[in-house]
């Protein structure tokens, strides 16, 4: 655009023809047409330019104009802790120790296939590099042969350029193959290394419901990763290629017309390189941008798939359209935003990184031409002159689009620096998170002034078939004080009800005593994680055949180490009047989306096998046989105690208080009870 301005500030036309020998001409007959049409040419720019300010200011105008749209005034929010430490991302010495991190855990040993890998794209890059220069020479041989007619050097040269080709091919396929097993294999090592980590304990539990500094888990170990890894690959090859093409062809210039016309080029790359890289600063920042808004459009969307149907009963559907699209609009004005940020850098970086770069190539090449005492150039036939500027005149071309190259790669890097604040701060919240350390918003200062309730301050002990809770405060994790303390024992073999108004604390309870909450203070006293189950009122059905409905968590390799059989499970079936699911399924090992083929009952007394065949010292049942008949449900609180398992039971069924031997009731204020159940006790419940 600015080129336009100026021409048409300062018109002007062709020279005259002057007298230019024909051979020059005949190198570059393109170059003298476009020159005819320098008026057709810049009209075509104009009008180019021209249509891009309307378009652009047209959009901006609609911007500031427009009506306002219903999902305009959508409102919301997704819970997400700002960590200051790792907001900004910029090419500086954090980032460089950021990726060096990471570079430890995709490549994790300095011989390892990873290495090889980037050893044979470094060989592929060189092979690559000087076939372009033995092509550069070839052609400058085939040209010359035209010029001067000598059609047995020119069919000799025709003939080692074919028989070149082949190995050329191969040098690029080579290449291509090399950069993408890299990019999977660096994908493969980090997806292993951080899912490790995530699924560690109740880590991925923490990260949901404890931690909120990352809202969307999983668009950064699924896309982010992806992109970290093509754009780590990428920069690699975009920058080892320019930089070993650098070398060669300085070398070659250095050797052949002395130290000065590269040297003027390598100047003008770190100028270039210092000033685009400033530039280019907010660059990071956007890509981190970008991708917290992909994941919360995809968090938003996956919502009205997991609560589907409580929208549908509401009729709901133009309240969620609004909130998709209210999320999908911010998306697309900062896509926007960024767009323009990319043109505008682009407009910048072609600027400075290739048509300057030309031109200070052109002038770097022109002074040893110019010399009149250059002892390669002085002299000779106007032929080898020509021969020799076109030579070394393309090596410096492709010198200076190497510079060019690496110039802008610059940008590749400040992309990758989002990315990597990206997989950096998962990283580090994954590792707090396994010692024990969450940041979450609280509701209220929980802490006491001595110190005796805070986050982590509580003590936990095992031992086999006991649970006692020895004051011991239930506090949500934002730090709502549900009891401030909570004593009772329970020993196997007694059974224990506990009821209470919603919100009571029946179910922090359970998730105190399964380790998912942290303690505040106190001491509690349990079993081992695998000596206690928990079945909640929405059992969970896994992918896989009906056996491992049953055996979940366990693979069929961990069922047979413990010495169970089909024959155990298909029992565990009948116990729960489920029999008939083998004959109608086809068998254990059928495959089925189970969710969907099993009803809610069905799926309550899959959940009731599962209990049975893990069989453990106590067991929770969170209102798990609200769907399950009352002679079946009480088959199986029979089966229970003939096998030794102690319940935990959240029902308001008055069918199960026989099944019990005491009772631990919230009023909903802070207060509790914890009794024996004996003929004075007042049952409540449906």
């Known amino acids: 655009m600015v080129v336009v301005v100026v021409l048409w500030l300062f018109p002007c036309k062709l020279p005259s023809p002057v007298r230019v020998n024909p051979r020059v001409f005949a190198m570059a007959p393109s170059l003298s047409k476009l020159a005819q049409h320098q008026n057709k040419v ?91 220069i033995w092509m550069i020479q070839n052609a400058t041989v085939v040209e010359s042969c035209i ?44 997806s292993n290394h951080l899912y490790n980590e995530y699924l560690k304990g109740f880590t991925y539990y923490k990260m949901a419901n404890l931690d909120n500094r990352i809202a969307n888990a999983d668009q950064l170990l699924t896309t982010d990763i992806d992109k970290f890894c093509e754009s780590f690959t990428d920069l690699y ?139 390669l150039l002085t002299g000779g036939q106007e032929g080898d002159r020509l021969r020799k500027y076109y ?105 224990v009800l506990v009821c209470g108004p919603n919100g009571c604390g029946k179910s922090s309870l359970f998730r105190v005593l399964g380790e998912l909450w942290p303690m505040w203070g106190g001491k509690m006293t349990k079993p081992p994680r695998g000596k206690l189950f928990y079945i909640p009122q929405r059992p969970y059905m896994t992918l896989g055949t009906l056996r491992d409905q049953i055996i979940y968590p366990h693979t069929h390799d961990e069922m047979l180490r413990r010495g169970r059989s089909d024959e155990d499970l298909l029992s565990y079936l009948d116990l729960v009047q489920l029999s008939y699911l083998q004959v109608r399924e086809k068998g254990l090992d059928a495959i089925e989306d189970w969710i969907d083929v099993l009803s809610g009952g069905e799926k309550q007394r899959i959940a009731m096998a599962r209990l049975f065949y893990h069989s453990p010292q106590f067991a929770i049942l969170d209102e798990c046989t609200s769907a399950v008949s009352v002679d079946v449900e009480g088959s199986m609180y029979q089966y229970c105690r003939k096998v030794g398992i102690t319940l935990f039971t959240v029902s308001h069924r008055k069918s199960l208080w026989k099944h019990h031997e005491y009772y631990l ?22």
């Open 665 to 686: 009731q919230f009023d909903g204020r802070g207060s509790y009870e914890y009794a024996p159940i004996d003929s004075s006790t007042q049952e409540f419940g449906s």
């Open 391 to 495: 030579t070394f005149g393309r090596m410096l071309v492709k010198l200076a689009e190497a510079i060019g190259r690496l110039v802008l790669a610059g940008r590749e890097l400040s992309r990758l620096a989002g990315f990597t604040q990206r997989m950096t701060e998962l990283k580090s919240v994954l590792g707090e998170l396994n010692q024990g350390k969450y940041e979450r918003t609280m509701v209220s200062n929980s802490s006491s002034a001595d110190g005796e309730i805070g986050v982590g301050r509580g003590i936990i002990a095992f031992q086999d078939n006991l649970i006692r809770f020895d004051q011991v405060p239930l506090v949500t994790p934002n730090g709502d004080i549900l009891v401030k303390e909570l004593t009772f024992e329970v020993k196997s073999g007694m059974n």
């Open 147 to 190: 010029i001067t007619m000598n059609r047995p050097k020119f069919k000799k040269a025709l003939l080692k350029f074919f028989a070149a080709l082949p190995m050329i091919s191969v040098v690029n396929n080579v290449l291509k193959w090399s950069l993408g097993e890299l990019k999977l294999r660096f994908r493969t090592n980090l």
């Open 237 to 375: 090859s975009n920058v080892s290629k320019p930089a070993l093409d650098i070398m060669l062809y300085v070398y070659r210039l250095t050797v052949n017309l002395g130290g000065q016309t590269p040297s003027i080029l390598l100047a003008y790359l770190l100028f270039a390189g210092i000033f685009l890289t400033h530039l280019r600063r907010p660059t990071g920042r956007l890509t981190v941008m970008e991708q917290k808004l992909e994941g919360e459009f995809r968090y938003v969307n996956s919502r009205l798939i997991t609560n589907s149907e409580e929208i549908a009963f509401y009729q709901g559907n133009n309240r969620e359209k609004l909130t998709i699209l209210a999320s999908f609009s911010k998306l697309m004005t900062h896509l926007r935003k960024f767009l323009d940020f990319r043109v505008s850098m682009g407009i910048i970086d072609n600027i400075v990184g290739k048509y300057i770069a030309t031109i200070v190539g052109f002038y770097a090449v022109s002074i040893p031409f110019f010399s009149k005492d250059h002892p």
């Open 42 to 132: 810049l009209s075509c720019l104009g009008i180019s330019a021209a249509v891009w300010i309307i378009l652009y200011g047209q959009r901006s105008n609609r911007n500031g104009k427009r009506k306002p749209r219903p999902e305009d005034q959508i409102q919301y929010l997704i819970a997400e802790k700002k960590d200051k430490r790792t907001q900004k991302a910029h090419v500086n010495a954090v980032f460089f120790r950021q990726l060096r991190a990471l570079l430890g855990i995709i490549i994790p040993r300095a011989w390892s296939v990873e290495s090889a890998l980037m050893v044979v794209v470094g060989m592929s890059l060189i092979a690559r590099s000087i076939s372009d």
